[in-house]
């Protein structure tokens, strides 16, 4: 069995580099502690490698499918769902009121990588838990009695239902309608698309979380109401929601995303969350957590591909070293001494325990901001959170798609082929800059929002801590070299902002927005550049402090030894971003005269 993730370097991460065990010192995480970590850690292990890796492909094959309206998925679904409800582990983030396990969401997004790393087709529980957070944060009392118990316990699956087939990502279009009723209920009419698990049989009723305008609302953002509309009402009767069609994907199969209509036979009823108008407000935290999961779901994909792609090398013999090609004599040597498939390893290592980092550091932000008690702090950390969070969508994505083509590539032909997994995590992993925002959407926010809020109060923040960790890389000779280059590179990034900024101040927002993905992706790498850095300060310091031999040394030299290669491979490609970022030649804004595509 392929290694899906590495144990050793979640743990690394964790408790060497990241002290998640720090957070137990805030009182709303005082309940736990490293046994409680590692216990559900360990059980979110099991379920991934007796229920879902196994499984892998099969999921894949067997897709779900729609017949007479009734949508029938993989039957390891249901026992995925049963042994995640039973197990309390659909709910660990939530609050000990709500029926979770108050865990820091550092080490609940863990679970989620360790999970959709074993197979990404079984992408269900991460949608429930995120719908019945909102339910949880927004919805009556009632409603949180009615569904949240039943969602957490893998009984009742969740949903978001956002996107319509004439407004896609441009929510402020939707026309699905809500009529107040005399009940208090609203009648629900209209259709919603790309529906993630948006019905299937493993289960006992469907709950959408969905958005939906009440009648004489406003245009546009401010009229979008959110509802919870369930599959089955209360009395068992079905709620005129219909599967109208089910997509066949490229990748992720096990998963069915759906046509949905509401409202065929004028008996839709769904039930308002929170205020009128403020549907997408609340719908943000969802989306926000949803963001981050699909970073997760990236970096997952891609670890297991890394991990499939590494015993594949030291396993594959394949012709001899280069400057030894005409000892014809001698036994050929396994594909990982050869020098470019060595690079590709390393490529896919270091994007992988990069984005790593980079989505826990998001996470320990997040867990800060919710738990600390002093407004400075929890201002911070929240506005940390608000920069880093379309970063942590975007780099694991797109980079993730890179580590797991460059994993197929090791393979050669074989990775071509349905023998070895990566040409399904190829598959896969497509989809992942699409979900939740694209990546030119996720763009848009970083350089047009985020690094605009509160006057740059973010990015002062960010720059603050990256300049922390170049203060302690500089205490260790070998580390300043790397030290210096992220120096120079955040001097960078920086003149490259300043360079956009007179942009927006004219109010020429397509002028400053029009290369928003160029900026994302330099920011991305001198984001995880940091994070590199940060993780090789640990690794230093710890052989100067504890001399670590064998297998252990190893570890902490192969840490050092990725930062290396990410700094000289990979931080390089800032340098030709950034000579376009302050290039003032305009070539993809619409003229008068359009160029013929």
Known sequence: MAQYYSRRNLNFLLYEVFNATELTHYPYYSAHDRETFDMTIDAVTQIGDTIMFPHFRDLDRNQPELKNGKVTVHPKVGEYLKAMGDAGLIGTGFSFEDGGQQLPEIVNSILGFILMAANNGMMYTGLTSGAARLIASFASEELKQTYVEKMLGGKWQGTMALTEPQAGSSLSDITTSATPQADGSYRIKGQKVFISAGDHDQCENIIHLMLARIDGAPKGTKGISLFVVPKYRLDGTENDVTSTGIYHKLGQRGVPAMHLTMGDRDDCHGWLVGEPHRGLNYMFQMM??????????????????????????????????????????????????????????????????????????????????????????????????????????????????????????????????????????????????????????????????????????????????????????????????????????????????????????????????????????????????????????????????????????????????????????????????????????????????????
């Not at 101040?505 to 160029?518: K, V």
């Not at 902490?556 to 376009?580: C, D, N, Q, S």
């Open 288 to 597: 926000n957590e949803a963001r981050i999961g699909v970073g997760m779901t990236g970096v997952a994909i891609a670890s297991a591909a890394y991990g499939a792609s590494l015993q594949y090398a030291k396993e594959r013999p394949q012709s001899r070293r280069l400057n030894e090609k005409s000892a014809l004599d001698s036994p050929q040597i396994p594909i990982i001494q050869h020098p470019d498939v060595k690079r590709m390893l390393l490529l896919q290592k270091a994007i992988v325990e990069g984005s790593l980092s980079l989505l826990m550091e998001t996470a320990r932000c997040a867990d800060i901001a919710h738990a600390s008690e002093d407004p400075e702090e929890k201002e911070k950390y929240h506005l940390m959170l608000e920069l880093l969070t379309p970063v942590a969508k975007t780099y694991p994505t797109e980079m993730g798609m890179v580590a797991v083509s460059n994993g197929l590539q090791v393979l050669g032909g074989y990775g071509f082929t349905e023998d070895f997994p990566l040409e399904q995590l190829y598959r896969d992993i497509r989809i992942t800059p699409i979900y939740e925002g694209t990546t030119g959407i996720q763009s848009q926010d970083l350089l047009g929002r985020k690094m605009t809020m509160k006057g740059g109060k973010p990015a002062q923040y960010l720059f603050g801590e990256v300049a922390k960790t170049i203060a302690e890389a500089e205490n260790h000779e070998t580390l300043k070299p790397y030290a210096q280059k992220l120096k120079t590179e955040l001097a960078r990034l920086q003149e490259v902002t300043m360079a956009l900024m007179p942009f927006a101040m004219q109010g020429d927002i397509e002028r400053f927005l029009m290369d928003a993905t160029l900026y994302m992706e330099m920011f991305g790498i001198s984001t995880v550049a940091w994070q590199w850095l940060k993780q090789a300060v640990v690794a230093q310091r710890t052989i100067v402090t504890q001399n670590p031999d064998g297998e252990e040394l190893a570890f902490y030299e192969g840490k050092i030894h990725t930062m290396k290669f990410f700094f000289h491979y990979e931080v390089p490609k800032t340098l030709g971003l950034a000579v376009r970022l302050k290039d003032n030649e305009v070539l993809t804004i619409a003229t008068e005269k359009e160029v013929i595509l």
